[in-house]
């Protein structure tokens, strides 16, 4: 079965820090240009970063550049979303993407089903 699993969402206290990860089965993760987006409350779905196959190009919203970073581990599966300097508005669900193209959303896309990141004093 394919499926994509984020986990270490929670809550955190302003300028705290949370790693995000998700976890690929069911296809080799190497094959797939990797991003994250985000979902706020009544806003809608945001790109947050994006990583190539190889983990050696990488991108970043404007709004997490320099507080986030994006990571994979291809011999695990995995990819990850260091955050660090955490602000109120990056409280959102955070979801994990894994896609041919590394720019551009496709229907064959996989998605994850989201981990809640939630930050507040």
């Known amino acids: 079965q394919v499926q994509l699993v984020e986990s270490g969402g929670g809550l955190v206290q302003p300028g705290g820090s949370l790693r995000l990860s998700c976890a690929a089965s069911?296809?080799?993760?190497?094959?797939?240009?990797m991003k994250w987006y985000r979902q706020a409350p009544g806003k809608e779905c945001e790109y947050v970063a994006r990583?190539?196959?190889?983990?050696?190009?990488?991108n970043y919203a404007d709004s997490v550049k320099g507080r986030f970073t994006i990571s994979r581990d291809n011999a695990k599966n995995t990819m990850y979303l260091q955050m660090s300097s955490l602000k109120f508005d990056d409280t959102a669900v955070y979801y994990c993407n894994a896609g041919r193209s590394l720019v551009i959303l496709q229907v064959s896309d996989y998605w994850g089903q989201g981990t809640q990141v939630t930050v507040s004093a």
């Open positions: 990583i190539s196959r190889a983990g050696d190009s990488t």
């Open positions: 069911g296809f080799t993760l190497n094959n797939y240009a």
